[in-house]
């Protein structure tokens, strides 16, 4: 096949700014020479969150009208507009279609559906009989606003696989497509296929969009056990013809319309499961390559700079986008600690800096999620709300300079056969032995103050522990240990998840590191047991204050 070029990217035209791409060698396997600078985050609204995350909130229950409706979607498309984010990614299904459909089943297609409908599909059909389309209103709004809209389409996922009201006709009526009995489909079939390059062609007949994301995060799995490699030709195929989709749909608009593809952060995780990103790009059919987590722990240490390599030349010609979630965790199976305006700038920062072109956000549309409380100067516990400081620090490298940053270890998940990059923690501390951490922090900072945190597993003698850590051979001062300030809780209905690193660890220790010892890019922490048992390290950040 030939591959054709594809125009120069460009952001809304009523933000009038040229996205270039950053000089500098493809195919290097370090940073660029310069960073990054980014043009802020695409934000992933799902399904659930377009009808139940509306911003100023509305609980939809059937007693608004059609014009309280539309001004709630398209408010909600002012904030974010007004928050700076120039991508929406809005998503239309998960089993079933939450707009109108020809080709798929809606969620209100059950036999009685003001019976049937329940959850939070139920505010879709509530907001179908007032005639109101949400995605309609919503790419309407981003157009006048200036953020580009674009459809997201989860590949396959499998949520409420039990509850025949939201799974598809078609995976009831057929289990032989299925991978196994309760699974996704196998995209080896080629009826398969068919039902999802439908829903696409639908989509871009119906909706003035900038283009479709192909989730195929949501989930990763797509063929049966073993089959991989032999199923890769199959998406190889089908990436082909919803390219050509996209083609046909831009000579019909008179704009570019575009395909995006979210696929794992790591390149030889992604392959193994059949999903071969890199020739995607090199084909063409691919403008805008997302790198991501699977859902918890997000990946921090995505290596942006390996997807450049392997894609060669061609990557000059698609977006690599360092996607992120939610949650944040430092060994399996322990805390889960929420996305906050300080790790995201750290992401940025380090995703910029090692060659993305952009971030994008997963599971951050609910502004609720980002509510904090903290005391205030008189005393007074107040609540505050980081979500539209976020949006505005992500995806931007000199707002993610400006303020704090921290630099969090996490890991891949799940772990895939032959992975470069195994998991860093838990690493346990003895007498006479030295475990390595390595962190990568961005842009080599200048001034200000530089703290490395260590969280300890609770285990015998914790408080009497002593550690000697080191910063790229230079030694780090020990300084008080880190505590919650008052009013920071745990989730109220999940104690694994908490707001604040203080809760992570039973014990989280702080040291200070020379300024002028971190590097750009990569830093490698050293950390040494000095005094007391064996203790086990779960969490480890470095965290840069300006």
């Known amino acids: 096949m030939t591959t054709r070029a594809r125009p120069r990217w460009l952001l809304p035209t009523a933000l009038g700014i040229v996205l270039g791409l950053a000089a500098g060698p493809s195919g290097a396997a370090t940073p660029p020479e310069r960073a990054r600078p980014g043009r802020g985050p695409i934000v992933n609204v799902a399904a659930d969150g377009l009808v139940g995350c509306l911003v100023p909130p509305l609980a939809i229950d059937g007693t608004h009208s059609k014009e309280e409706l539309t001004e709630a979607f398209r408010k909600t498309v002012d904030y974010y507009a007004g928050a700076g984010v120039p991508y929406l990614f809005l998503n239309v299904c998960y089993m079933r279609a939450a707009c109108p459909s020809k080709v798929w089943d809606t969620y209100w297609d059950v036999d009685n559906p003001d019976a049937d409908v329940t959850g939070w599909p139920r505010a879709y059909w509530l907001v179908h009989k007032k005639g109101v389309d949400p995605f309609e209103v919503c790419v309407a709004r981003c157009r006048e606003r200036g953020v580009s809209p674009w459809l997201s389409m989860r590949m396959n996922d499998t949520h409420y696989i039990d509850d025949p009201t939201k799974t598809n006709t078609l995976w009831r009526r057929h289990p032989e497509w299925r991978r196994a009995e309760k699974s996704g489909y196998d995209f080896a079939r080629k009826p398969v296929r068919d039902h999802y390059l439908a829903l696409v062609e639908e989509l871009l007949e119906r909706y003035d969009c900038d283009g479709v994301e192909l989730d195929w995060m949501r989930f990763p799995w797509h063929f049966k056990p073993g089959e ?104 399996a199976g322990g805390k889960l600690m929420a996305d906050d305006l300080q790790s995201q700038r750290g992401f940025t920062a380090a995703m910029l800096d090692r060659g993305a072109d952009l971030v994008y956000l997963f599971n951050h549309f609910n502004v609720g999620d980002f509510r904090r409380s903290q005391k205030g100067p008189d005393g007074r516990i107040a609540e505050c709300n980081e979500h539209a400081a976020l949006l505005r620090a992500a995806g931007r490298l000199d707002a993610s300079l400006e303020g704090p940053r921290r630099h969090v270890v996490t890991f891949h998940d799940p772990a895939g056969p032959d992975m470069p990059n195994p998991r860093q923690l838990p690493a346990a501390l003895a007498p006479g032995k030295v475990a390595q951490v390595h962190v990568h922090t961005g842009p080599k900072p200048t001034g200000g103050r530089v703290t490395i945190r260590v969280g300890l597993e609770d285990m015998p003698a914790v408080a009497e522990a002593r550690l000697a850590v080191r910063l790229n051979g230079r030694p780090c001062v020990p300084i008080e240990d880190l505590a919650a300030p008052d009013g920071a809780k745990p989730h109220p209905h999940d104690p694994r998840r908490v707001f604040h690193v203080a809760h992570v660890a039973r014990r989280m220790m702080q040291f200070d590191a020379p300024v002028d010892a971190v590097r750009r890019g990569r830093n490698q922490v050293d950390l040494r047991l000095g005094a007391g048992t064996d203790q086990k390290v779960i969490w480890l950040e470095i965290c840069i204050v300006p």
Request: cysteine-free.
């Open 228 to 331: 991989e490699q032999q199923g890769r030709a199959a998406l190889d195929e089908f990436m082909r013809r919803a390219d050509e989709l996209a083609r046909q749909a831009a000579a019909r608009r008179g704009h570019p319309v575009k395909i995006a593809a979210r696929i794992p952060a790591v390149p030889e995780f992604a392959e193994a499961l059949g999903m071969d990103g890199v020739a995607w790009a090199r084909h063409g059919w691919v403008d805008m390559l997302i790198l991501a987590s699977v859902w918890r722990p997000s990946d921090t240490d995505i290596p942006v700079e390996r997807w450049r390599q392997r894609i060669g030349p061609a990557a000059e010609r698609v977006l690599l986008v360092a996607g992120t979630d939610l949650w944040l965790q430092g060994v």
